[in-house]
């Protein structure tokens, strides 16, 4: 794992007694949460409603959201670097406001084009800002404290993925679906849009810090004790990484590089299925609407101590190790689904993919910037965005289609075991890549 430093700051310092970093972290929790309002278990809430209303298939439904978020992958090209250069403060105010309004005329559909036109807008911006931004922001912030500082950020989504199923069920229950689409607007537009515009700073060289908090000597000088540490061959922990950032086509040049987009794509698949379909499997199998629900957002729950275990280990252990024992429990709980019939086994399947998901959201967003450096992270991620948002938008159509064809679920769920094993193997061997060229001494990683 690549612990990167910085250049002295340009600006004059923030005096403040509080690193500016955790009111990053602060807001990046808000636009987890609101982020949280159009992920699949959120969306797949509306599905029966709005199909056995409206006469639609469960394919026409999803369709929309795969065309939106394989666009919002290819423009993650563009908000990437776009982010590395400018910040995100506009670019993320931008979008809230977007997905806001998108989700509020979503109550006021009526024919399938209305419906097709806006979730594709909302799918876009979601996947080229909203699931791009806390792994380019955070990173740029921390380093030595990276993974405790994504997993504290991680509590808005899980938060969020709480709190979002139990609203919009007991307004669709309540007062319709079309209430249910109003009240996710009005959660985006209220969690998101003023903390981002009022406090979001692209990187603590803006405002005259370093990493961390730490001042320019305290970096020197924790430099320095992490290289003689690095030299005693006894030490099974530490290592010398490289003070080194890859640019696009460096990064481009490794073969881990592509074992990670391989990994991730595979397992993006899989997340989105199961996500979009959670609901509709579980009521299909003969629990109940609330057993259902319930389910989601206990899952929610576990993830933060997942989140939290991932982020603080990935400080002491190679990421790529949790990656692996992530990817493995990913698998379990698939199997954990296949045999779900009753309350006990759709909690246990809600608890598990819970702590697993919080492990892997963590460890993901930290291993681009330990791997690859901090300079150049909007656009290497950038990179890989598309044909992450590929699978991503995939898996609620692919799932929809072997339901639709075969009337259940089986099939494709163990097509979805499968492909967390491919997860498994990639991310064992995706290495450390190293630079080639001259490296310095930085901050360590735990040796992988």
């Not at 024919?111 to 699931?131: K, M, N, P």
């Not at 199998?285 to 609330?290: E, F, H, P, Y």
């Not at 296949?338 to 702590?355: E, K, N, Q, R």
């Not at 769920?413 to 930085?442: D, E, N, R, S, Y």
Request: charged residues 10%; aromatic residues 12%.
């Amino acid at each position: 794992m690549q612990r990167t430093e910085t250049t002295a700051p340009k600006k004059q310092s923030w005096k403040r007694p509080f690193f500016y970093g955790w009111v990053i972290v602060g807001v990046t929790a808000l636009l987890q949460f609101a982020g949280g309002t159009p992920t699949f278990p959120v969306l797949g809430l509306f599905l029966k409603p709005m199909t056995e209303d409206l006469g639609w298939s469960r394919a026409g439904y999803a369709l929309p959201l795969t065309i939106g978020t394989i666009i919002g992958g290819f423009a993650g090209m563009i908000t990437g670097p776009a982010m590395d250069k400018y910040g995100p403060k506009w670019i993320m105010t931008v979008a809230a406001v977007v997905v806001g309004s998108s989700f509020t005329l979503m109550s006021f559909v009526h024919e399938y084009w209305q419906y097709f036109i806006l979730q594709i807008v909302t799918r876009s911006v979601t996947a080229g800002a909203f699931f791009m931004v806390v792994g380019i922001l955070l990173p740029k912030w921390f380093v030595l404290k990276r993974g405790r500082a994504t997993a504290i950020s991680g509590l808005g989504g899980s938060l969020g993925q709480f709190f979002t199923p139990i609203l919009v069920t007991a307004l669709i229950l309540g007062l319709g679906w079309r209430s249910g689409w109003v009240g996710l607007g009005v959660l985006v537009w209220v969690v998101a849009i003023v903390p981002v515009f009022l406090f979001v700073k692209g990187k603590p060289e803006d405002m005259g810090l370093l990493p961390d908090g730490l001042s320019a000597e305290e970096a020197a000088a924790e430099k320095a004790r992490r290289a003689s540490q690095a030299t005693d061959s006894k030490s099974s922990v530490q290592r010398v990484v490289a003070d080194v950032s890859f640019t696009v086509g460096e990064a481009l040049r490794t073969k881990t590089f592509y074992l990670m987009t391989l990994g991730q794509c595979a397992l993006a698949l899989v997340i989105s299925g199961l996500h979009f379909h959670w609901f509709a499997y579980m009521t299909g199998a003969g629990v109940s609407d609330s057993v259902a629900v319930g389910s989601i957002s206990v899952s929610s729950l576990a993830s933060i101590p997942g989140s939290f275990a991932g982020g603080f280990l990935s400080e002491r252990i190679h990421v790529r190790h949790l990656l692996v024992v992530a990817s493995l429990g990913f698998g379990l709980s698939v199997l954990i689904l296949l045999f779900t019939s009753s309350p006990v086994m759709a909690y246990v399947y809600g608890i598990s993919l819970g702590v697993f998901s919080g492990v892997m959201f963590t460890t993901t967003l930290v291993v681009y910037a330990d791997y690859f450096g901090r300079e150049h992270l909007g656009a290497i991620r950038g990179i890989s965005s598309p044909i992450g948002q590929i699978t991503n938008a995939s898996g609620p159509l692919v799932a929809s289609l072997a339901f639709d064809m075969t009337g259940n679920y089986a099939a494709i769920l163990w097509i979805f075991f499968a492909l967390t094993m491919v997860t498994a193997v990639c991310w064992l061997f995706a290495t450390q890549p190293k630079k080639k060229g001259p490296a310095h001494l930085a901050a360590p990683a735990p040796a992988g």
